[in-house]
């Protein structure tokens, strides 16, 4: 029997059993969907595949949402926005930042608040080489001296 013979008989419901393949999983309140291999990080503009690096960041009074694909792109993209000052909301307490748990596995995605955790090295989409935990653990950093360490290992690639 063919293909279409077999999906005749079985009245496609093959296609209903397979329907919950590659759910979505969660999403934090407030956090738009990330669309895996299909939207951009707004630094590096490279497809977010890898969800271990993920993160997103909505705020202002518009609710504007910005998708990163290392948490590197994401200190980056701050540094920038705080020279240039186009986004004044962007230390507000009321700005999510969410970041992918390095250790998430498969479609499991576990959001973490990017500026509570703690940051581990691990080598990262953009070379940044770090990843996010939710817990202290050796040689791990705090979000700003993560912030740091890129900017600058960015300033000397530049030079």
Not at 26 to 34: D, K, L, N, S, Y
Request: aromatic residues 10%; proline residues 5%.
């Amino acid at each position: 029997m063919d293909r279409r013979g077999f999906m005749r008989l079985s009245g496609g419901g093959i296609l209903v059993a397979l329907g919950g393949c590659g759910a979505k999983g969660t999403w934090p309140e407030g956090m738009q969907e990330i669309k895996w291999d299909r939207d951009t990080c707004v630094v590096c503009n490279m497809v977010i595949s890898d969800r271990r690096f993920a993160g997103e960041m909505r705020g202002g009074p518009k609710n504007i949402v910005f998708k990163f694909d290392d948490p590197g792109c994401v200190a980056l993209w701050l540094n920038d926005q705080g020279k240039a000052a186009t986004y004044p909301w962007i230390r507000d307490p009321a700005t999510r930042l969410w970041i992918a748990d390095v250790n998430s596995r498969g479609q499991d995605v576990v959001w973490l608040d990017a500026r509570r955790v703690q940051y581990v090295t691990k080598t990262s989409p953009m070379g940044f080489n770090f990843g996010a935990v939710a817990h202290p653990q050796a040689g791990s950093v705090d979000f700003p001296t993560m912030c740091e360490h890129v900017v600058t290992k960015f300033k000397k690639g530049r030079s």
